[in-house]
C-alpha cells in the first residue's frame, strides 16, 4: 500500500476530451510531483510544486496543466491529448527541500492513460 | 546531478543476499545517493539513501566506498517479491536540483526459485 493515492488507476479517452487525474496525500508533505513513465522506460519529471506554487515545469505542453489547489491535493488536467500521451502517469510527494534537504520522495501506484 | 551507471540485469538465488552495484564517480561533497525499486505496475517504492555512511534499514543496506564514488545495494535475503528494476539516483541538494530525483535505466533484478 502508498501513502500517496491516485485516481483513476486506468483511463481512457479520445483526443478531443477534457479529463483530470487526482493526486491526495496526508503525510504533511508540501512538495508534490508528477512524473510520466512509457513502457519500459524509466519516469521523466514534469512538474513540481512547492507550498502550492509551480516552481518547476520541465517544458510540457500546455495540453497538461497541474493544479495544486491545497497542501494535500494535485490535479493534472489532460486536453487535447495524442495517442503518444499515453503512459503511466505517477505522483509523488516529499518534504519540501527548506524544510528536510534528504526527504525522499513517495510515490503513489499512477494512472495508466490510454489516449486513443 | 552525477551521472549513475548501474548493470542492465542481475540474476540473484531466492535466499541468497543480492548485492547491487551502482557507479557515480562524478558525485559531489552534497550530494545523496538514492535507491528505489519499481515492481511491474506499481508506482517507484522508495529504499534507502545515504550521504557519506553506511546505512541500514528494515529493507536494505546501502554501503558507500569512502570516496562515493561507487555504492552497494545489499537486499540480505531475497525473496521472489524482489523481483523489480532497481534504480540508483544521486540527487543534488539546492532548491531547483535538490527537488528533482532523476531516474536512469536502473537493473532488472530477477529472483529465481
Known amino acids: 500500500d502508498t501513502e500517496v493515492t491516485q485516481t483513476p488507476k486506468h483511463l481512457v479517452m479520445g483526443m478531443t476530451n477534457k479529463k483530470s487525474l487526482k493526486c491526495e496525500q496526508h503525510?504533511?508533505?508540501?512538495?508534490m510531483y508528477w512524473y510520466k513513465q512509457k513502457a519500459k522506460k524509466p519516469p521523466e519529471l514534469m512538474f513540481v510544486?512547492?507550498?502550492?506554487?509551480?516552481?518547476i515545469n520541465e517544458s510540457v505542453p500546455s495540453r497538461f496543466s497541474p493544479e495544486c489547489p491545497n497542501s494535500s491535493l494535485l490535479n493534472l488536467h489532460l486536453h487535447a491529448l495524442q495517442p503518444e500521451d499515453s503512459a503511466l502517469y505517477l505522483c509523488?510527494?516529499?518534504?519540501?527541500?527548506?524544510?528536510?534537504?534528504?526527504?525522499?520522495?513517495?510515490f503513489g501506484n499512477g494512472t495508466r492513460l490510454t489516449v486513443t | 546531478d552525477a551521472k549513475t551507471t548501474q548493470p542492465t540485469s542481475m540474476d540473484c538465488a531466492e535466499g541468497r543476499a543480492a548485492n547491487l552495484p551502482c557507479n557515480h564517480s562524478?558525485?559531489?561533497?552534497?550530494?545523496?545517493v538514492y535507491w528505489y525499486r519499481q515492481i511491474h505496475s506499481q508506482g517507484p517504492q522508495y529504499i534507502i539513501h545515504g550521504l557519506k555512511n553506511n546505512e541500514t534499514n528494515e529493507m536494505a543496506s546501502l554501503i558507500i566506498t569512502e570516496d562515493r564514488k561507487s555504492s552497494t545495494l545489499i537486499l540480505p535475503h531475497a525473496t521472489l517479491r524482489d523481483t523489480a528494476v532497481y534504480y540508483c539516483?544521486?540527487?543534488?541538494?539546492?532548491?531547483?536540483?535538490?527537488?528533482?530525483?532523476?531516474f536512469g535505466e536502473g537493473t532488472q533484478l530477477t529472483v529465481n526459485p
Open positions: 509523488a510527494s516529499s518534504h519540501e527541500k527548506r524544510f528536510r534537504d534528504d526527504s525522499p520522495l513517495h
Open positions: 539516483i544521486v540527487r543534488g541538494s539546492g532548491e531547483t536540483s535538490g527537488s528533482r530525483l532523476t
Open positions: 510544486y512547492s507550498y502550492e506554487k509551480l516552481s
Open positions: 562524478t558525485i559531489s561533497g552534497n550530494e545523496y
Open positions: 503525510m504533511g508533505h508540501r512538495a
